[in-house]
């Protein structure tokens, strides 16, 4: 059974950064590519970043160049390094491995204020 626990987030006014850190359990995390989601109220839950176990990474539009996706397989941790946030980045981060795609964490809130 994999868990997923995400960690990091807060309030921050706009153009500020936080780091959030997702630890995932009981998953063969190495092999797996893993991403962040966010999901902002009455909004669908988006994809915002992905690392492959190679390394590679995807980024949504909206958040690439002010966003890093990196990956600690040594730590079962994926983090989301977020600089220059806007108030649009408000919402609810969830980590996912795409190995258990249907599995979730509790999320973390991130808030920016204007």
């Not at 995807?58 to 600089?83: E, H, P």
């Not at 980045?89 to 973390?108: E, I, L």
Request: hydrophobic share 30%.
């Amino acid at each position: 059974q994999v868990q997923l626990v995400e960690s990091g987030g807060g309030l921050v006014q706009a153009g500020g950064s936080l780091r959030l850190s997702c630890v995932v359990s009981g998953s063969i995390f190495s092999i797996h590519a893993v991403g962040w989601y966010r999901q902002a109220p009455g909004k669908q839950r988006e994809l915002v970043a992905r690392i492959r176990s190679g390394g590679s990474t995807y980024y949504a539009d909206s958040v690439r160049g002010r966003f890093t996706i990196s990956r600690d397989n040594a730590k079962n941790t994926v983090y989301l390094q977020m600089n220059s946030l806007k108030p649009e980045d408000t919402a609810v981060y969830y980590c996912n491995d795409f190995g258990y795609p249907d599995s979730w964490g509790q999320g973390t809130q991130v808030t920016v204020s204007s």
